[in-house]
Nanobody, 126 residues
Framework: QVQLVESGGGLVQAGGSLRLSCAAP????????MGWFRQAPGKEREVVAT????????VYRDSVKGRFTISRDNAKNTVYLQMNSLKPEDTAVYYC???????????????????WGQGTQVTVSS
């Protein structure tokens, strides 16, 4: 069982920045690929970024490339999502996820796969 706890969401103006964190206590964190997903009201959940166990492979959805950075610190059992140049369309609940898979395959992860956090709200005002 992997427990994931997100933090760092909030309200920010367009063009601003936020950093999300996801803590996963336990010694198995380093064995999991990690990802950030988001779900806006009335829309399906979508992948934002994923990262391999070692952090050597990172995958981003096209709309966040160059603005968002996913990273992980295996010594702290934490994965981060640095979000810069935020846009109103980035408004959503952001979820952290973990799975024993590759960063590429994690892009199509469903709610029935792996482990999920409870989510943190990110709201970008125009």
């Amino acid at each position: 069982q992997v427990q994931l706890v997100e933090s760092g969401g909030g309200l920010v103006q367009a063009g601003g920045s936020l950093r999300l964190s996801c803590a996963a206590p336990g010694r198995t964190f380093k064995h999991y690929a990690m990802g950030w997903f988001r779900q806006a009201p009335g829309k399906e959940r979508e992948v934002v970024a994923t990262i391999s166990e070692s952090g050597s492979v990172r995958v981003y959805r096209d709309s966040v490339k160059g603005r968002f950075t996913i990273s992980r610190d295996n010594a702290k059992n934490t994965v981060y999502l640095q979000m810069n140049s935020l846009k109103p369309e980035d408004t959503a609940v952001y979820y952290c996820a973990a799975d024993v898979t590759t960063a590429q395959a994690m892009r199509v992860m469903t709610s029935r796969d792996g482990y999920w956090g409870q989510g943190t709200q990110v709201t970008v005002s125009s």
